[in-house]
């Protein structure tokens, strides 16, 4: 059974910073290429494509709107991906989803077989 949990969202002031923790489970990806992605979903909008790491190799891309204040990094020993967001906007409240898929990057969303619940992440003014 596939598993992505994520962790870590809440509330912070606009300048601050939050770290979202995905959990994944149930999935071989030791010998095939395999990504985690974040995207997010802010009430009444489309979920949009936060960024991308490859698993093995640890290369990653970004959304412009994220470009600069987000970082995605993984612990290949624990199969987590984490998600550091500083420089918070409110425009960047949304619910956060990891998501999975084998092969290369991609920012569409229907690309993506496995999914997280989200976590909430809200940046007050």
């Known amino acids: 059974q596939v598993q992505l949990v994520e962790s870590g969202g809440g509330l912070v002031q606009a300048g601050g910073s939050l770290s979202l923790s995905c959990a994944f489970s149930g999935l071989i990806v030791t010998f095939r290429s395999f990504t985690m992605a974040w995207f997010r979903q802010a009430p009444g909008k489309e979920r949009e494509f936060v960024g991308a790491?490859?698993?093995?190799?640890?290369?990653?891309n970004y959304g412009d709107s994220v470009k600069g204040r987000f970082t995605i990094s993984r612990d290949k020993a624990l199969y987590t991906v984490y998600l550091q967001m500083n420089s918070l906007k409110p425009e960047d409240t949304a619910v956060y989803y990891c998501?999975?898929?084998?092969?290369?990057?991609?920012?569409?969303?229907?690309?993506?077989?496995?999914w997280g619940q989200g976590t909430q992440v809200t940046v007050s003014t």
């Open positions: 790491i490859r698993w093995n190799s640890g290369s990653t």
């Open positions: 998501a999975g898929k084998f092969g290369v990057p991609s920012g569409l969303r229907a690309e993506y077989a496995y």
